[in-house]
């Protein structure tokens, strides 16, 4: 299985700056014959299930802010908040869809400063 | 607008079999562009992605549960289901059914999510 490391762990952000989060996958999930990394991101409220934010590492979901965004090729990769809003407090999960099983970062839980 | 909605019993004796269903709305799990997939997040930790079914039959599950797992569809309820077995404690979680991409793998919409606590 690929192994996903999400760092931090938690994060805590004053309204209106920006918050990064950090993705390593334990092997490549860039398809080179693609071009595409295989990699997503999830937003998760509490007492609600993931939200897909992110798709092929740097596609914004419709209707998702354009506040946020994801960037990184292979093994690395990030998820940007330009300008931490309250609603963004969430647990943030990194998705590796390369190959089967698909694993999930093990979670970064962002918080107001 | 795609929902989904799981329903099951929400306690489960250890050894005995989880069986949980999934009720689709607005899609059909016939439809040949998506998997319809269960994952579960123990209390208070991360995502564990447990298999999917497609609407040939073809399923597909995670190695380290596949000789207890079962993902079966009932096309003509609109639904999909999970049979878990030979359960411990360990598998207490909150189980989400969710629709999955062909490719993109994306995930995307989720139900709700129902706890499944084992215990005897």
């Known amino acids: 299985d690929i192994v996903m490391t999400q760092s931090p762990d938690s994060l805590a952000v004053s309204l209106g700056e920006r918050a990064t989060i950090n993705c390593k996958s334990s092997?490549?999930?860039?398809?080179?014959?693609?071009?595409?990394?295989?990699l997503a991101w999830y937003q998760q409220k509490p007492g609600q299930p993931p939200k897909l934010l992110i798709y092929w590492a740097s596609t914004r979901e419709s209707g998702v802010p354009d506040r946020f965004s994801g960037s990184g090729s292979g093994t690395d990769f990030t998820l940007s908040i330009s300008s931490l809003q309250a609603e963004d407090v969430a647990v943030y999960y990194c998705?590796?869809?390369?190959?089967?099983?698909?694993?999930f970062g093990q979670g970064t839980r962002l918080e107001i400063k | 607008q795609v929902q989904l909605q799981e329903s099951g019993p929400g306690l489960v004796k250890p050894s005995e079999t989880l069986s949980l269903t999934c009720t689709v709305s607005g899609d059909s799990v016939r439809s040949s562009s998506y998997y319809w997939t269960w994952i579960r997040q123990p209390p208070g930790k991360g995502l564990e992605w447990i298999g999917y079914i497609y609407y040939s039959g073809s399923t597909n599950y995670k190695p380290s549960l596949q000789s207890r797992v079962t993902i079966s569809v009932d096309m003509s309820k609109n639904q999909f289901s999970l049979k878990l077995a030979s359960v411990t404690a360990a598998d207490t979680a909150v189980y989400y059914c969710?629709?999955?991409?062909?490719?993109?793998?994306?995930?995307?919409?989720w139900g709700q999510g129902t706890l499944v606590t084992v215990s005897s």
């Open positions: 969710a629709r999955e991409g062909l490719m993109p793998r994306r995930i995307d919409p």
């Open positions: 998705q590796q869809y390369y190959s089967t099983p698909i694993t």
């Open positions: 092997q490549t999930v860039l398809y080179t014959s693609k071009n595409e990394n295989y």
